[in-house]
T-cell receptor, first 116, second 109 residues
Framework: EPEVTQTPSHQVTQMGQEVILRCVPI?????FYWYRQILGQKVEFLVS????????KSEIFDDQFSVERPDGSNFTLKIRSTKLEDSAMYFC??????????????FGPGTRLTVT | GIQVEQSPPDLILQEGANSTLRCNFS?????LQWFHQNPWGQLINLFY???GTKQNGRLSATTVATERYSLLYISSSQTTDSGVYFC???????????FGAGTTVTVRA
């Protein structure tokens, strides 16, 4: 069964450093997401991406965050200058269709980011 | 935004017991998904169930969209069922999932 993959599974970085989290969505999916879960809290939406541009972003997704689809398979989240409060589990998700219809979202296993 | 409330927040079960988790939401939805978060933090997709009833082994789920709630049933619970169960919905005409705060299930041997 096709699945969303994410690398690395765990990333440790120092405050102020840049990190890139990588995702490979399911191959025929068109709509992509990043979500974040701070330890002990619920999962929050960060950003959605379709047709090589951001469709929607949350208040959390400020100027230090960016997303990119550098080739036909990868989808990346970059954090320019990490802060302690960026420590969280980051989930990538994808869905088949871009519309607002009843389409299931498929989640990757997550990348645990620890900022020291 | 849409409100997603899960109950109970915590549930302790003896192995073999049955349980019901509830998810209420405040607006009409076109997508509802149940997840199990395992000890490694991974979100395991249990059900995609915007309406109706589905079963998968010892787990089943029912969503009554018109009444804005969904139920997740765990039967004959096992210790491996322990973890946090999340309900997440997409409001109609929206694109993103909104998650509830989760129900933490502990199954004791």
């Amino acid at each position: 069964e096709p699945e969303v993959t994410q690398t690395p599974s765990h990333q440790v970085t120092q405050m102020g450093q840049e990190v890139i989290l990588r995702c490979v969505p399911i191959s025929n999916h068109l709509y992509f997401y990043w979500y974040r879960q701070i330890l002990g809290q619920k999962v929050e939406f960060l950003v959605s991406f379709y047709n090589n541009e951001i469709s929607e972003k949350s208040e959390i997704f400020d100027d230090q965050f960016s997303v990119e689809r550098p080739d036909g398979s990868n989808f990346t989240l970059k954090i320019r200058s990490t802060k302690l409060e960026d420590s969280a589990m980051y989930f990538c998700a994808s869905k088949l269709q871009p519309g607002a219809g009843p389409y299931e979202q498929y989640f990757g296993p997550g990348t645990r980011l620890t900022v020291t | 935004g849409i409100q997603v409330e899960q109950s109970p927040p915590d549930l302790i079960l003896q192995e073999g017991a049955n349980s019901t988790l509830r998810c209420n939401f405040s607006d009409s939805v076109n997508n509802l998904q149940w997840f199990h978060q395992n000890p490694w933090g991974q979100l395991i997709n249990l059900f995609y169930i915007p309406s109706g009833t589905k079963q998968n082994g010892r787990l089943s789920a029912t969503t009554v969209a018109t009444e804005r709630y969904s139920l997740l049933y765990i039967s004959s619970s096992q210790t491996t069922d322990s973890g946090v169960y999340f309900c997440a919905v997409v409001r109609s005409n929206d694109y993103k999932l909104s998650f509830g705060a989760g129900t933490t299930v502990t199954v004791r041997a």
